[in-house]
């Protein structure tokens, strides 16, 4: 199989499985319990949250271990004060936009901070939501679909300026990008191990010392009382290792990422009629999304698949449905070309061979005469 959808997921890195091993046999001490086989766990879990505070430039104590991204960005979103007004970016995954939907629908005051046709959120825009002083907003750093990388910082200083909470959501930036929390100058970050050659079922939201969050898993004391439950050991660990490999690797990464994308895209637009959404706007080094006039994007997808070729249609949790996908149309692109998307999202194993081979694949499916 020629694996081309990173976005979704990675494998896990055998130096991560081989981490997370003894941690499923030998060691199945419980990290809370006191005695020695309980501490050795602990320590574990202590080194785990050193290394993926040292990707992100924080301390350990500003980490809290969750069951994933969706569930750090619940999180987040949840340390709302009582009917807060909010705001969040057009383009946010859905476990960003349906819990501000559901605050909304609780009574909170929701702004949407819209997109330029590139997928970024423009000035004006931050500026009208400052105008409604919101007490929290949330701009992801990397979007899952189109890879378009928005400038955080710069908002987060705007809107700490009015004392707002900013939330990140790094999910799909970790790895790909220098992630410095610091420097961002937010308050919240999402991140998801199963992004970065981790396990799924494990992430993390890193806060601000001061920061106000409000468990949603009461019952237990683990992770500073933010997140009771016996903690996922073994995914914690290999979020851990795939972290530290991610800090070490990250320059290499990203070349080697950059040389394929570059190859992927300039093959891609020898293709009539295919346009690659966001060209040219900043975007993670790994994403390419691109329509194609007249084409039905889940319909490729499945004739992709029959030659073994796995790729999206738009973002994986929002496929399924043959609905536009929300992305695209906040960035203006016309519902029917919108249907025609596909997303390449590239990782470390893939080759220039099998890009070569997806592109005379994809263009013998977009026109039997090639
Ligand atoms: N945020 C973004 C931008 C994502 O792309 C994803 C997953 O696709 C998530 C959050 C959810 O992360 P998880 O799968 O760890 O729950």
């Given amino acids: 199989m020629i694996y081309l959808d990173h976005n979704a997921t990675t494998p896990i890195h055998p130096k991560v499985l081989e981490a997370m091993l003894p941690f499923l046999g030998a060691f199945y001490g419980n990290p809370s319990s006191l005695y020695r086989h309980g501490r050795l766990v602990r320590s574990a879990i202590d080194t785990a949250r050193s290394q ?49 939907a559901h605050l909304q629908q609780k009574g909170h005051d929701l702004t949407i901070i819209e997109v330029d046709n590139n997928g970024l959120v423009t000035q004006a825009a931050i500026d009208k939501a400052i105008a409604e002083k919101p007490d929290f907003v949330s701009i992801m750093l990397a979007n899952n679909e189109t ?24 999910v799909q930036a970790l790895g790909k990008i220098p992630v410095d929390f610091e420097q961002l100058g937010v308050q919240l970050m999402s991140l998801s191990s199963h992004k970065i050659y981790g396990p799924k079922g494990c992430g993390a939201l890193v806060f601000a010392k001061g920061t106000t969050i409000t468990p949603m898993l009461r019952g237990g004391s683990q992770e500073q009382d933010y997140r009771a439950g016996t903690e996922n050991v073994a995914a914690i660990v290999g979020f851990g290792k795939a ?11 990203t070349e080697h990422l950059t040389n394929l994308t570059t190859l992927l895209e300039s093959a891609l637009l020898g293709i009539p009629g295919l346009s690659i959404f966001a060209q040219h706007a900043q975007r993670l080094p790994n994403t390419v999304q691109f ?22 249609s738009g973002s994986a949790c929002a496929s399924g449905g043959n609905t536009p996908s929300p992305v695209l149309l ?14 390449i999202s590239l990782g470390l194993n893939n080759t220039e061979a099998e890009l070569l081979e ?11 005469a090639y």
């Fill in 243 to 253: 972290a530290e490999l991610a800090c070490a690797e990250l320059v290499a990464r």
């Fill in 358 to 368: 997806f592109i005379t694949v994809l263009k013998s499916l977009v026109n039997p």
């Fill in 52 to 100: 993926v505070a040292n990707l992100i430039n924080v301390q350990p104590t500003q980490i809290i271990f969750t069951s994933g991204g969706t569930e750090a960005n619940n999180l987040a979103l949840q340390s709302i004060p009582p009917l807060g007004k909010l705001a969040i970016s057009a383009i946010e995954h859905p476990s960003v936009s349906q819990p501000a």
């Fill in 330 to 343: 906040a960035m203006g692109v016309e519902a029917n070309l919108a249907k025609s998307a596909i997303r």
């Fill in 291 to 312: 329509g194609i006039d007249g084409m039905d994007g889940e319909m490729l997808l499945m004739k992709l698949d029959q030659k073994s070729i796995a790729v999206s």
């Fill in 147 to 170: 890879g378009v990388i928005q400038d955080v910082a710069r908002y987060a200083e705007q809107f700490n300026a009015l004392g707002t909470t900013v939330h990140t959501d790094a």
